[in-house]
């Protein structure tokens, strides 16, 4: 699976991060997402997808890997 930000879009509210931790994060400082995992493993699927769900700026994306 590879996570796609639309970082045009994304406007930092960090819903994603509070729902995947371990993949998106919002900087402290520069207040910008971090992608912390592009390929999330398996496991994670639930958790980014529910991310992707409730972004309310509709900024992520789940794409199947090739
Ligand atoms: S929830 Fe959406 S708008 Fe907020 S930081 Fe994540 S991707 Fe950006």
Request: charged content about 35%; proline content about 6%.
């Amino acid at each position: 699976m590879r996570v796609v930000v639309d970082y045009s879009r994304c406007d930092s509210h960090a819903v994603c991060m509070g729902l995947a931790p371990d993949v998106f994060e919002v900087g402290d400082e520069d207040d910008l997402l971090h992608l912390l995992q592009e390929h999330p493993p398996e496991a994670a699927r639930e958790k980014v997808r529910e991310a992707v769900r409730r972004c309310p700026k509709l900024a992520l994306s789940v794409h199947d890997d090739e």
